[in-house]
């Protein structure tokens, strides 16, 4: 922990009651989210980013229990003047004042979060209105223009309602209603999935200015590894509830580790390059009701050994050099006392070897030969 | 009129389908897995059952006369006799099979029309779609209960003694089956947009099998509502019209019994046993039914089912999906 | 190490490998001439002029037996209507629809309906797109009913299996009687694959098929198609927003906007050598992993040969009810001339089988006499 983390998530867990059993929707996950950063939760359905954004800004509601972990918040920039706070111990009145002050939080669809039956001005100085109650309504105003103005909405449609804008409008205006307190912390969750490609670059960008101007720090989930190779500084790729690995975006682009994030890598098309036929991961993302034993990822995982359907793998820390911080993996093919060759003889070695029963007869080549690929 | 607020949900057959976790389970399995709709069809049962067992429960004829007068329950007559000295038990049970032939008559015949109408008018758009969305716009618009009245009293001064019934029952489809066909109407616009629908239409199925096999199937739960609801009113409009002595009053049957008890001014000589019986009767029926419908209510909607978790918790009602 | 360099396979079957970039030469199965859609709103027309939705354009597009044609487009683009309209869904306002050569006689409901055995579509949300109450066994039994493909159970059921293992979801007994909610969204759009399959069509019409699924069962998904495609010798319009995988899928690419056809030709022509604004507009927003480390808010990076640097551009894709005159986009084009916003420019063939509609690359751009 340095005076430069924000917020540091302990092993979180949470889990569903159902009749049918216990569901570990998070389990035991531990994050740090560094001052200004972008951290991106990476995952597909039921890898549980989605009910981590919830479990910490604490809006789950039963049968989801919060089971286990602290989320620890660091307001102060030196970090010797106070004490952290954990925010799942606040209380209602203290965690009311905390939401949206400190910690806002966007939504996937716009249409859904936004009152239907409310202008856009109500809804924004609402907020407002309910953190500062002593500012005047004309104040509240000209506050609501501002952040009209910062997310690129045209000030005459200060009053219309939410049907009446587009949908790249109607996402702008939630950022602009999370923006409304200047938190120091913005949960963004899958904030441009319904949206065109051209309006999702720009509603990006403009979230990435906005960062650069008034330094708060961002948690951007998303299924999209892509988007988070172009957005996120640090970026957490998630599992059937489990984080599987953790670095940075340069590290996670040019050397993944985790076989499931470069299985993820080889699953997008690509623009440029020869075109070749890719094969992705095969099997589907696990129910959470019947998680595999052991490694959650080992029956789609090409490198999966003995030592995977039985023990479930901790974060490892592997050194990256130079100045960069450790990457974390939780893969058994890291772990000397498991593999001692070292993971890159097996990866190495063994480039593809999918039982894509699809697949016409093969003609595979070495990695060697096709190291121009990409570049 | 109960209209239920099935549309408001998020109605779906097939979470009744996942309760049943995709196996072949039947019919009775449903039945019994939920327990609201357990004790409503066993309610209804049971009172099927005590119609269609009526000779073997008491020997005595309903409308023959054997005693003189009125008198309190004894051992000989277990809920006593009527102002005219008929066993008042045996008033009961045969009343059951009228009212309740008089109610399942008009409940089938009315979600027959509803169906029909309601699926019709929400799959065509256009002229066809048009018409016949006019055609329940305008039954809706008829005064039910005083058209009931009107017609019944027409029918009573006219009709033979049997014929009544048939009339009521008639009279109480008619007047009855807009509400329904409006709610189903609304299902259907919403589901013939779905892409199944469209899909089946590419695969080149014809118009009345996506509608009665592709997109009723779906509305199955509200249909099952819909009509205990009917069945309910047909229920309480009956027992309405007999006790305004529209219906046949030399027959027995429960609205009749009451009719004759406010004609004998029972309440005002304390004589309770003329009308409490019936009254209880008509009211755990329609209670029976009414659990019915929570039940239908609880099976289309997952949400609203009361989960306990393996520690014997009871959590909260209504909870939110699970997120993801 | 780069990550791409995982799970390569170079299958020589693959068309357009590294260098020819022709297009298939056999005749055209489905031909869409000239289409144009509007769907006119209810509520408008009784006092004052009656609006309507001018969804489709003057859409020309060939399918062919063994080839991918993609349709790439935003929101508004006409993509989805253009593929109803060649399912025959919907009736065009105009233009025709030719198969095998002949045309289409919309009005005669025979000739309709054996046009539709021919064309077959997969919607895109596999949940909405299967009927929650009936089984996978249902589903694929309706089409070999309503066609005739079967005789009898035991045919069907034979077919039924062969189905279910042609889409790859074997054991086949284990999914015969499943309903669609115990399904993976992966494994119910192949439900939704067989289904069309079951019609025995020359055309699959694949409405975004893989948008709604995981990022890592989407090639599954299309690998299927493109087995297909290639091995069965179907044709595919296959309809996205995402240029990566119409490139991988298909080998001609089509770019339209609010309606209109803007560019089109050879996948790998048209991605690499974009010619229209708006295709290089897309292809300046797609993610793209290899320009990591720039920082988005920061001037976006140039494609390799762009002759026309591409700003970023804001605004959305206009309302079709009141579209903007001539090329629809026009308001949003660093490049626009007088001239865009008087009529759509007609077609200019930069060779090769690519073409584009803009006055930049060709077609007079003077204003004609009568438009003043």
Known sequence: MTSQTLLEIKSLSVD????????????????????????????????????????????????????????????????????????????????????????????????????????????????????????????????????????????????????????????RAIIAIALALSPEIIIMDEPTTALDVVVQRDILSEILDLRNQFGFSIIFITHDLSLLLELADKIAIMYAGRIVEMATREEIYRQPRHPYTRGLLNSFPTLRGPRRRMTGIPGSPPDLRSVPPGCAFHPRCPYAFDACPKIVPALLHIPTGKATPDALVACHLYDPSLNPDGAESVLDSRPDDHREASQPPQVELSASSDAGGEQ | ??????????????????????????????????????????????????????????????????????????????????????????????????????????????????????????????????????????????????????????????????????????????????????????????????????????????????????????????????????????????????????????????GEILYWAEANSALIIGKWWQFVPAGLCIAFLCAGLAFINFGIDELANPRLRVERSRRGRLLSRKSKAVVQ | MNANNWGQLITPQLSDLNGAHHLSEEAPVIEAIHLHKEFPLRGTGLLGKSLSVHAVEDTSLALRPGQGTALVGESGSGKTTVARVLSGMYAP???????????????????????????????????????????????????????GHAHNAREERQQIISLLERVNLTPAAQFIDKYPHQLSGGQRQRVAIARALAVQPSVILADEPVSMLDV?????????????????????????????????????????????????????????????????????????????????????????????????????????????????????????????????????????????????????????????
């Open chain 3, 93 to 147: 306002t105009s233009g025709s629809i030719r198969f095998k050569g002949q045309t289409v006689n919309i009005r005669r409901w025979t000739e309709v309906k054996a046009y539709r055995r021919q064309v077959q579509l997969i919607f895109q949300d596999p949940f909405s797109s299967l009927n929650p109450v009936h089984t996978v066994s249902y589903h694929l039994s309706r089409p070999l009913r309503v066609h």
């Open chain 1, 16 to 171: 569903y009651e159902a009749a049918s059993g216990t569901v570990h929707a998070v389990n035991d996950v531990s994050l740090t989210l560094e001052r200004g950063h972008v951290l991106g939760l990476a995952g597909e359905s039921g890898s549980g980013k989605s009910t981590l954004a919830y479990a910490i800004t604490r809006l789950l509601n039963p049968p989801a229990i919060i089971t286990n972990g602290e989320v620890l918040y660091y307001r102060r920039k030196n970090a010797d003047d106070t004490a952290p706070i954990d925010i799942l111990e606040l209380s209602r009145s203290d965690l009311r004042a905390f939401r949206w002050s400190e910690l806002a939080i966007v939504f996937q669809s716009a249409m859904n979060a936004l009152n239907p039956v409310m202008n856009l001005e109500v809804q924004i100085t609402d907020v407002i209105k309910a953190h500062n109650p002593n500012m005047g309504a004309g104040a509240r105003k000209e506050r609501a223009l501002e952040l009209l103005r910062l997310v690129g909405i045209a000030p005459d449609r200060l009053r219309s309602f939410p049907h009446e804008l587009s949908g790249g409008m109607r996402q």
């Open chain 3, 216 to 372: 890592s069962i989407r090639l599954d998904v299309l690998n299927l198609l493109l087995r297909l495609k290639d091995e069965e010798r179907l044709g595919f319009l296959f309809i996205t927003h995402d240029l990566a995988s119409a490139r991988y899928f298909a080998e001609e690419t089509v770019v339209m906007y609010a309606g209109q056809m803007m560019e089109g030709g050879p996948s790998e022509e048209v991605i690499q050598h974009p010619l229209h604004p708006y295709t290089r507009l897309l292809l300046s927003a797609a993610p793209d992993p290899d320009r990591i480390g720039t920082d988005l808010g920061a001037k976006r990076a140039e494609t390799p040969d762009a002759q026309l640097a591409t700003p970023p551009t804001r605004g959305e894709p206009p309302s079709l009810i009141h579209p903007p005159q001539g090329c629809r986009f026009h308001l949003r084009c660093p490049h626009a001339m007088p001239v865009c916003s008087q009529r759509f420019p007609e077609r200019t063939d930069a060779g090769g089988g690519h073409w584009t509609h803009c006055f930049l690359y060709g077609d007079n751009n003077q204003i004609s006499k009568e438009d003043e």
């Open chain 2, 1 to 254: 009129m109960q209209v239920t607020n099935l549309t408001d949900q998020n109605i779906d057959s097939s979470s009744i389908l996942s309760s049943a976790k995709g196996r072949r389970r039947g019919i009775l399995s449903v039945l019994t897995s939920n327990p609201k709709i357990a004790v409503g069809v066993g309610t209804v049962v049971f009172f099927v059952l005590v119609a269609i067992a009526a000779p073997l429960l008491t020997p005595y004829d309903p409308n023959a006369t054997v005693v003189n007068g009125s008198l309190p329950p004894s051992a000989a007559h277990i809920f006593g006799t009527t102002g005219l000295g008929q066993d008042m038990f045996a008033q009961i049970v045969y009343g059951a099979r009228v009212t309740l032939l008089i109610g399942f008559t008009a409940a089938i015949g009315s979600t027959m029309l509803q169906v029909f109408f309601g699926l019709t008018s929400g799959y065509f758009s256009g002229v066809i779609g048009d018409t016949l969305n006019l055609i329940i716009n305008v039954f809706l618009v008829l005064p039910g209960l005083p058209l009931t009245i009107v017609l019944a009293s027409l029918a009573s001064a006219n009709a033979a003694t049997n014929s009544n019934d048939t009339v009521i029952a008639l009279v109480l489809l008619f007047t009855s089956w807009s509400y329904g066909a409006r709610v189903l109407r609304a299902q259907t616009l919403s589901l013939k947009e779905r892409d199944f629908v469209a899909a089946a239409r590419t695969t080149g199925e014809s118009t009345l099998h996506i509608i009665f096999a592709e997109i009723l199937p779906n509305e199955i739960a509200l249909v099952a509502a819909t009509f205990v609801g009917t069945f309910v009113y047909a229920v309480g409009a009956e027992v309405a019209l007999e006790f305004l002595g529209l219906g046949n009053t030399s027959q027995a049957s429960w």
